[in-house]
């Protein structure tokens, strides 16, 4: 390993994610937030959420109930008149279920005197659930999408119709009472009605859509859930405030800033990077290869958010997946790695942020007689970084603004 780049790395994606934690926009947000003379009731969802509650609970004058629905150990701590329950992700599961049927609870018999202040990030599709079929379907067809290579919009177009609260739906809930949403990004191009399946946002996606991405991905559904994909959602809201407060072009503007401070020049290639993750490995792969020929010192940036099609059975995430492809075409050219991480701390069902390679990872591996090819079609990134020393672990960080790819050149 180099470990000079990846010191390096290291350094760019911490002081990066410090950079694009939620606490100042937040605080910025609730600014623009006008005190009624009813109640004011928080509920606050996604892999952010305690993060994005925490920092709330500060600036807020008086708050008369609130809960946090976030991803197993993102709780740090107790909120002081705030319920904080932990569930699953990227597939719900019963504690869902339990803290969003609390969530609507709280929310019941409001006045339009009150107010609901709610805070969103990604992972609220899953987080924020209480389904319209059985948990066990629900389950099984989110199992689908994810393993069938959809993307995030295509997989969220289908979770809202199957939905209590997805699709503005609990934005009806609420109502008469206001609701004020602040809402930190994980898609790309920030589509309101996407993010966490938009549960206070109007639907513009259509039934026909999302009967053709079952088509497209032959998802399996049930008669019940079939007739659910006819039943159109919320095409307009008159009793919510948005505010979106991140983004991924914030993360990989942080990345840039803070390659620069090691000195190397900054280009940041797109922050709307959606395609596979091995197919994003290897481009960046081929572009360092090529920028290397220029003798400089460069921080080649891609941010947004690829997919994963499944072939295998075994542990990863997109993130490794990219870095393990890219470490195929970077193979014997000095000087070069990539590294590619999530902004939440979290990389597929592992405890991994993301993955780190070089121009020796290929070799390395071979070593120990661990085929890259074979490793990518079994979808077993995470063992085969492990076993050299690349996952890149952060922990949950309290943020989630999409992934940033990272190939440092230092010639």
């Known amino acids: 390993m180099n470990q000079k780049l990846r010191n390096d790395i290291d350094y760019i994606v911490e002081n990066t994610i410090k950079e694009v934690l939620p606490d100042e926009a ?23 959420a305690w993060q994005m509650a925490a920092a709330a609970k500060k600036v807020l004058k008086r708050l008369d109930g609130g809960i946090v629905i976030t991803k197993y150990d993102h709780v740090k701590s107790n909120i002081e008149g705030i319920q904080c329950f932990e569930a699953g992700h990227p597939v719900p599961d019963q504690n869902s279920f339990d803290a969003t049927k609390k969530a609507i609870e709280l929310v019941e018999g409001l006045s339009e005197d009150d107010t609901v202040i709610f805070l969103l990030s990604g992972g609220g599709s899953a987080l924020f659930e209480l389904p319209l079929i059985s948990g066990e379907e629900l389950q099984d067809i989110t199992k689908q999408l994810l393993a069938s290579g959809a993307d995030i919009v295509e997989i969220n177009t289908i979770r809202k119709r199957l939905s209590k609260v997805k699709g503005g739906r609990f934005a009806l809930a609420c109502a008469p009472a206001k609701v004020f949403s602040i809402v930190l990004s994980d898609i790309v191009g920030d589509p309101l009605d996407m993010i966490a399946s938009g ?42 405030e948005t505010h979106i407060t991140g983004s991924v072009r914030e993360l990989c503007r942080a990345a840039a800033s803070n390659s620069g401070k090691l000195g190397y020049k900054p280009i940041i290639l797109t922050d709307e990077l959606c395609c596979e993750a091995r197919e994003a490995g290897s481009f960046l792969a081929s572009i360092a290869k090529t920028k290397a020929k220029d ?17 295998g059975t075994g542990k990863g995430g997109r993130n490794q997946e990219l870095a393990l492809s890219a ?5 014997g050219n000095r000087g070069i790695a990539v590294a590619s991480v999530g902004s939440d701390g979290t990389d597929g069902p592992t405890d991994a942020a993301g993955g780190y390679v070089d121009n020796e990872t290929y070799q390395e591996l071979l070593s120990k007689g661990i085929n890259i090819h074979d490793v990518l079609k079994d979808n077993d990134a995470y063992n085969a970084l492990k076993a050299v020393d690349g996952l890149i672990i952060t922990g949950a960080t309290g943020t989630n603004v999409n992934d940033v790819a990272i190939a440092l050149i230092d010639i």
């Open 26 to 48: 937040v605080t910025r947000a609730l600014n623009n937030f006008s005190y009624g003379k009813g109640k004011v009731i928080l509920v606050a969802a996604g892999k952010a």
């Open 199 to 240: 549960p206070a946002y109007p639907d513009f996606s259509t039934c026909d859509e999302a009967k053709e991405i079952v088509r497209k991905y032959n998802i399996k559904l049930s008669k019940e859930a079939e007739e659910l994909l006819d039943k159109e959602t919320p095409k307009e809201l008159n009793n919510v």
């Open 295 to 311: 003798n400089e010192r460069l921080a080649i940036i891609a941010g947004g958010e690829t997919v994963v099609h499944l072939t």
């Open 327 to 331: 470490a195929i075409g970077i193979a």
